[in-house]
Nanobody
Framework: VQLQASGGGLVQPGGSLRLSCSAS????????FHWYRHASGKPRELVAR???????HYADSVKGRFTISRDNSKNTVYLQMNSLEPEDTAVYYC?????????WGQGTLVTVSS
């Protein structure tokens, strides 16, 4: 299984970005996609997750601003990030949990700065 993340970049405070992560390989229908982020000097943080049934969970810091979604036909997860703040600056990683195994994407850098 391989994950390919994309969509990061430089954005001004208040702006939006949409991250994508596509999975390829032998992927069971029962799975959970996650987005994590790792900011310099801080521990890695779970941002959001979505199950194959569509159940979602968000970190308190992004509730109301970020939306996680998935396209099961494409094995792809998205993270729509609105009202971005400088504190959202980090490398964002997608993760896929299958039964008995986990896989990480390569990370995509999001920089929120004026």
């Amino acid at each position: 299984v391989q994950l390919q993340a994309s969509g990061g970049g430089l954005v001004q405070p208040g702006g939006s970005l949409r991250l994508s992560c596509s999975a390829s390989g032998d992927i069971a229908s029962l799975n959970v996609f996650h987005w994590y982020r790792h900011a310099s000097g801080k521990p890695r943080e779970l941002v959001a997750r979505v199950t194959s049934y569509g159940s979602t969970h968000y970190a308190d810091s992004v509730k109301g601003r970020f939306t996680i979604s998935r396209d099961n036909s494409k094995n792809t997860v998205y993270l729509q990030m609105n009202s971005l703040e400088p504190e959202d600056t980090a490398v964002y990683y997608c993760k896929l949990d299958l039964i008995g195994s986990s896989y990480w994407g390569q990370g995509t850098l999001v920089t929120v700065s004026s």
